[in-house]
């Protein structure tokens, strides 16, 4: 590798702490094109996971697969950024009542209906979506939970949380192969 002269070196230098919101002069951190097995928009996945240094995952055994509950956590670099939980069952079940502040399991901060799936809550913290899909092991829902455990809870975040359920909602259906919806 060719060593840069002083001169160019101290330019390089300018130009990167000056120019640093017009591009990067070391490389960026690699956004994954799916998150969780599931394709989305590299741009949706890093407004929830930044800083984005250090992407990796961590699902259960059977993630993803009919009549499995399962789920997949995101950490960036050591830290958990996001955790999705899949789960196929039967019968409907109601997103605001499991996004309730004294539920167990799913609990949001701040929940509110909104109009995706079959039915939907989007909370400051994470979203729940479920819908008709009928499976191979005989299920005929499917329950998708979002938890965001990194940064501040708030509807500033609210809104990529909302963003994101948007495309990775109907993007994980799609990749269930559900039998009839």
Known sequence: MRRLSCPATLFLSAFCLVGMSLTSCSPSPKIPRAI???????????????????????TSSGFGKPGQ??????????????EIKLATHGGSMDPMKAAYPGDAVFRLQNPRRIHLADDAVVGDDGAIATTRCLDSSGADHFTLTLKVTRGRADAQRRVVIERFMRAYMPATVKSLHCLRK
């Open 69 to 82: 509950w399962s789920y997949c956590k995101v950490y960036v670099g050591e830290e958990q950024a996001m």
């Open 36 to 58: 969780c097995q599931t394709p989305i928009s590299r741009k949706l996945s890093a407004a929830i996971l930044q800083p984005t240094d250090g992407i990796r995952e961590r």
